[in-house]
């Protein structure tokens, strides 16, 4: 991506991007491009993007002699009295040649006469003056015109040349001609002096008396239209003023020639020239034009990375015309000097798009005159993103209630998560981390939508079944590398009362009636058993209390039950009017919306006290019997499990023993013995629940602790 950047816009030259030949491509006329200067140079910018480098290429522009020198008319008229003595001198207007150097002016021919020779000074190895010098005096009565070619040659090779006609009029007028105090005046003029300044005020004088030293003042013949534009001078006193307002940088000096005439009948003339020379005053602002603009700029951009190519440029000269450049402060980018009048803007500091996207640069040129011109530009400046921020959630953790019996399929839960990126960076989706409850795949029960983050339940949940478990949900940007971050979410099933209270009774079975006995002789207050139902809900759906459901009506029943405890006891003693067999209805609900219930039937037969203890033995037999049966083999089993434990405990303990013996012989210095023990235990209970009346002694609970 290399290019050539000109001042001036103007494609001189081109740059063959297979070779890097630098060529000509449009016809260059030195003296069109650099009129009026010694040294022709042609700056150019080469620049190449991404990244941007520049270099500066100056082409100097070397003069060949493709100019005549040329006289401003094809004829000169001269008028000279024959009263002129030899020596004297009559300036003429030279030739010009737009060449330079070498290619200018440099020589002056006359064709052969009698009465004049051509005199010329040369200053700086250039032609100044050139007069005519009279060799003898003239005589009108013996030649009144004379016809002269006057020839100027440059010093080219070949050398060309131009031709101009003198036509020289003898005439017979005064012998006294005008003279100028000083042939050579030298002013100087500031470029904003306003119009009507006094530029010099001239002085001649003539020697003659009366008419003939009365003298007016006039610009020679010679002078350009330009100058009497901007130049006016008084014919009586000799004021030079300004006409028009000056410019240094369109030209810096003026060189005017003046005559003095006398009022005689033949007027004689007098010559002088001025010298104007035009002082440059600060009166050119700087001008700013950015060459190269690589944006958007990358977040990521080192320091020094360049960023823009400014070129200024201010038309004034000396310190009017040096030129420092700064930007605004509080910014992370600086401006350094490259060549003369380009500066390069480069990031002096790191970059942070979501701190801060676009920066709005102004760039101030001021030159070094007094007082000082300055001129900004603002840059706009994009700064584009990078995936250097990761996803986040408002919290790292949130907890989520789930209602048992979900329908399958449904909005649960919507995770958001932030990306202060923008873009392809910015787009997150959603996962669900691999993991598994109760050795099933989290799959199993939740889904989520990657690109919303609805989490849906895929299963009816059990709070029975499951209570609580985590879910680890993953939000990855799309950037390059992506990046990524998670959210722990703590998901409890919660309880609805959807199951009834159940009844475990040890007597009796499935489907028959658990029957009592009782003694008749009972005193109120007396156990007659106790009930126990069990709710697989969870708190308050669990909480279960119990009552006897009254089916006559009369409210005679001789037993009550205790709501919490479910021990049903005489609240007053049998009599002979009482029935011999009673059914209660026990019924057990629980504290659930809506309640849920569960109804058990009991027979209690009143007996007399004989009756009651054979059937209490009887039952006391069955009952040793039964422990005895079951018990032995668990008594057995704990055995076997605790020798195994105990001789894997002694070989592991000696095992170690062993291996620290052998650390200690081999280190002999120092040791250290880091043991860690640690276990926990898990406490599991398994409930039976028994019936029991005061004859019969309650069966105890087995209680089993296992490692985990």
Known sequence: MLRIVSRDDRDFYQVNLQNGILFVNNIIDREEICPDTTFCIIPLQVIVDKPVQMYRVDIEIEDINDNSPAFSTTVYKLVISEWKAAGSRFPIEGAVDADIGTNTVKNYELSINDYFVLDFQKYMNEIRTLELVLKKPLDREEKSILNLTLTSYDGGKPRLSGTTQLIITVEDVNDNSPTFDQPFYQCNVPEDAPVGTLVVRLNATDLDQGRNEEIMYAFSKLSSTKIMHIFSLNSQSGEIKLKETLDFETTKRYELQVDAFDNGDQPMVGHCKVLVTVIDV??????????SLSIPISEDSPQGTTIAIISVYDKDSGLNGKVNC??????PFRINPAFMGDFSLTVDAPLDREFKSKYEITIIATDEGSPPMLVSKTLELDISDINDNSPYFLKSSDTLVIKENNPPGLHIYTVSAFDPDVGQNSFISYSIFDSKVDGIPISSYLSINPENG???ALVSFDHEQVTYFQCHIKATDAGLPPLSSSLILNIFIEDINDNAPSFFLYESSVHSALTIKTSKSAEPGHLITKVKAVDLDSG????????????GGSGRSPFTIAHQTGEITLKRPFSDSDSDEYRLHVVAQDHGEPFMTAETQIVVSVVESGEELKFDNQET??????????NIYLVVAICVISTIFLITLIVFTVLRWQKYRDEVNELKENYKIC????GSWMYSQHTQYRISSNSLRPKSDLIVFTPN
């Not at 700064?326 to 910014?331: A, D, E, R, T």
């Not at 308050?540 to 089916?551: P, Q, R, V």
């Not at 037999?621 to 079951?630: A, M, N, R």
């Open 454 to 456: 609805k989490l849906f």
């Open 326 to 331: 700064k930007i605004s402060k509080n910014m």
């Open 621 to 630: 037999k069955v009952t040793g019997e039964e422990f005895s049966d079951e």
């Open 282 to 291: 600060n009166d050119n602002p700087p001008e700013i034009t950015l060459t």
């Open 675 to 678: 043991s860690n023990t640690g």
């Open 540 to 551: 308050y759906n669990a909480w279960t209390f119990y009552k006897l459901k009254d089916l």
